[in-house]
């Protein structure tokens, strides 16, 4: 069974031993890019929980829950540890 190319650099295959004639079994795929804010591999897919906050001023609060930074609240593209994230929100 032929698949594309690039599903070959996302998946991971196995083939049985003992039934050659049967089709691989797909194990595992893997993210197609990794961790945006700390630039590692993921094993699961990416995601970023975004909350509207109020205090002390209006903003949206992004945190990636596989690595735990957060966007920068000024600079966005600018990731930081929670505690740089509240000492930037509490100087206000």
Excluded at 12 to 22: P, T
Excluded at 25 to 32: D, E, G, H, M, S
Excluded at 59 to 66: A, D, G, I, L, Q
Aim: hydrophobic letters at 30%.
């Amino acid at each position: 069974m032929n698949f594309p190319d690039w599903l070959y650099e996302l998946a991971e295959f196995e083939i049985d031993k003992k039934a050659e004639s049967s089709p691989p079994v797909l194990v595992k795929l893997k993210p197609a890019h990794p961790c945006d804010d700390c630039g590692a591999t993921l094993d699961k897919i990416r995601v970023v929980e975004q909350t509207p906050r109020r205090t002390p001023y209006p903003h949206v609060s992004k945190r990636c829950k596989y690595c735990g930074l957060y966007e920068h609240p000024k600079q966005p593209g600018v990731y930081i540890s929670n505690a740089e994230y509240r000492s930037i929100i509490n100087a206000k």
